[in-house]
């Protein structure tokens, strides 16, 4: 079996710089890898630029242990029998994802590696990505390990070191458990199985909870119409193993980074070998539709008129980020909300905790909306508040302040975050989703 102890990652990423750091608190010695000179330098110092639990520690402690070290170079990783791939592979304008910088490191690290290797694919690549890997790689020196991640962003470092499974995809025994190896001391079930099988299953998990997500809020549009409440709804559905009781929290619409490409990448898996997935297919018009009706509703609950114009009206949002518990605001649902108000001709005034004014370029790269530092500018002027992101902090908002803030005394809370009665109580209308 191929030791295991010297391990290279490639990719400083969030998937990168997480597994490198788990790894080397799992007492690895990781030589992490990153093209980017000034993420690495900062690395180096122990700077993380990335908001995760636990992380910055983890950086610091395999810092100072001597057991992380972060490198420019790939030459880093030639003593390495095992290198992680972490590298991104966007969706191209087809959905389809582009895995070029995974196909060319693998390239480059087997030019450097000169014993025997083995490349482990932790990129979300579409099926037989790993195969057509293997073949253009030739020869028996390298083998190539598909092993998906399942982190959500937030909870990056609790799901590496505490997976529900772990997934080995590969056509070499010795490989897989050189693999297996690595995770030794992570208390997980280790799911072997092949390449093609590894890399769509990712895939078949992203596709399922967006269509669990999107029937949520279908489901919570329903209760609006007949009078029931989505909360009532979920538990009972949630009470049932065979559904479980994650995903059926209604929101204005699923994103961040994976969610939205990975569903994009197995509807173009689909099409290309004429296998329909329909219900994917639906599950992501629906949530386009879902965003949309929502901002018909904010309009009709100001204007009387689903398809009014907003100018005029200042709109206080709460939440920026795709989900609470992380500063990532990349295909963030909140952001598609806000920019479709901005274009109705609403002014809005947006607060989120984990995006300061500092970051608002970030946030809002056409100045269409303003950020702010604190919920009660949001509210100042605002005609209603709307809440986008399930902030727990949202419910401690002084609201009584927020009322003497506002032009209009009416929350939309499009995450049922907060207290209604609380909401209520210091004088402001409520409409929740999927409440009555
Ligand atoms: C996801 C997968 O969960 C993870 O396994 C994968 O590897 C990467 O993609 P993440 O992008 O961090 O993780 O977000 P997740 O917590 O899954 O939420 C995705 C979206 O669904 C968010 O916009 C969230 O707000 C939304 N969501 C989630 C709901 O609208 N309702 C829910 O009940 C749960």
């Known amino acids: 079996m191929i030791a295991a102890e010297r391990v290279g990652v490639v990719g400083a990423g969030y998937v990168g710089l ?3 750091a788990c790894l080397a608190h799992l007492g690895h010695h990781v030589r992490c890898v990153d093209n980017a000179g000034p993420r690495v330098a900062r690395l180096r110092r122990g700077v993380v630029d990335i908001e995760e639990p636990q992380l910055a520690e983890l950086v610091s402690a395999g810092l100072r242990s001597g057991r992380l070290r972060f490198d420019t170079g790939l030459g880093a990783v030639t003593g390495c029998a095992l290198v992680v791939l972490c590298l991104p ?3 191209g304008w087809d959905g389809a994802p582009d895995v070029r910088s995974v196909t060319s490191v693998a ?22 990505s790993a195969r057509a890997l293997h073949e253009s790689l030739g020869g028996d020196r390298i083998d190539v390990v598909s092993n998906p991640e399942f982190l959500r962003e937030g909870r990056s470092v609790r799901d590496f070191l505490h997976p529900d499974r772990i997934v080995l995809g590969g056509r070499c025994a010795a ?33 399922f909870l967006a269509v669990k997500a999107s029937y949520t809020n ?51 898996t689909a099409g290309r070998v004429g296998a329909p997935l329909d219900t994917v297919r639906a599950a992501v018009e629906s949530n386009t539709h879902h965003r949309d009706r929502l901002v018909r509703r904010i309009t009709e609950a100001l204007t009387g008129d689903p398809d009014g114009h907003l100018d005029g009206y200042r709109i206080g949002v709460l939440g920026l980020t795709f989900k609470a518990g992380t500063d990532d605001t990349r295909d963030s649902p909140a ?16 607060y989120d905790p984990a995006c300061g004014s500092r970051r608002a370029a970030a946030v809002d790269h056409d100045g269409e909306f303003q950020v702010v530092d604190e919920p009660l500018l949001a509210a100042k002027s605002a005609s209603v508040i709307v809440v986008l992101t399930e ?12 009322l003497r803030e506002v032009a209009g005394p009416l929350v939309i809370d499009a995450r049922n975050v907060l207290d209604r009665s609380t909401v209520t109580g210091c004088g402001f209308s409520y409409r929740g989703l999927g409440r009555p």
């Open 107 to 128: 390239h480059a690290v087997a030019r450097l590696v000169a014993g025997p290797l083995v490349l482990v694919v932790k990129s979300t690549v579409p099926p037989g």
């Open 391 to 402: 902030w727990p902090e949202f419910r401690a908002i002084d609201w009584s302040a927020a």
């Open 335 to 350: 952001v598609a909300v806000v920019r479709q108000l901005c274009a109705r001709g609403a002014t809005v005034t947006a």
């Open 175 to 207: 490989a897989v458990e050189a693999v297996a190896a690595m995770y030794r001391s992570v208390p997980a079930p280790i799911i072997r199985t092949d390449w093609a099988s590894a890399e769509l299953a990712k895939y078949a998990c992203n596709g």
């Open 18 to 20: 997480t597994t490198a």
């Open 89 to 91: 592979t966007p969706a």
């Open 218 to 268: 279908e489901v919570a549009d329903l209760c609006d119409a007949v009078g029931a409440d989505v909360t009532e709804v979920a538990a009972v559905m949630a009470a049932d193993p065979r559904i479980g009781r994650h995903f059926l929290a209604p929101g204005p619409g699923w994103g961040g980074s994976c969610l939205p490409k990975d569903t994009r990448g197995l509807l173009d």
